[in-house]
Nanobody, 121 residues
Framework: QVQLVESGGGLVQAGGSLNLSCAAS????????MGWSRQAPGKQRELVAV???????NYLDSVKGRFTISRDNAKNTVYLEMNSLKPEDTAVYYC???????????????WGQGTQVTVSS
């Protein structure tokens, strides 16, 4: 089993910053991509940012230049630094990790439980 535990959500005023972190633990052989998605009330979940092995990244267009994703492979942890936050960034943020639990095992995407980010205007 693999668990992802997120932290760092909260309430912030527009223009402010928040830092999210997500640590993976359990039966982990290797982790490929790690990422963050978000889901606002009444909307579909959308991928916000992803970081792959080798540190290549991709971002949702609306967060480019404001959010930065990074990872610490030694700690199996992914981070999301969010700056210049806007009310439309309000959502539950979920981390994910693409994990192999052993040699030759299939890769499976695990999800965190979600952390609320609220940006007030």
């Amino acid at each position: 089993q693999v668990q992802l535990v997120e932290s760092g959500g909260g309430l912030v005023q527009a223009g402010g910053s928040l830092n999210l972190s997500c640590a993976a633990s359990g039966r982990i052989f290797s982790i490929n991509a790690m990422g963050w998605s978000r889901q606002a009330p009444g909307k579909q979940r959308e991928l916000v940012a992803v970081v792959r092995v080798g540190d290549s990244t991709n971002y949702l267009d609306s967060v480019k230049g404001r959010f930065t994703i990074s990872r610490d492979n030694a700690k199996n942890t992914v981070y999301l630094e969010m700056n210049s936050l806007k009310p439309e960034d309000t959502a539950v943020y979920y981390c994910n990790a693409d994990v192999r639990t052993g040699v030759g095992s299939y890769q499976y995407r695990y999800w965190g439980q979600g952390t609320q980010v609220t940006v007030s205007s």
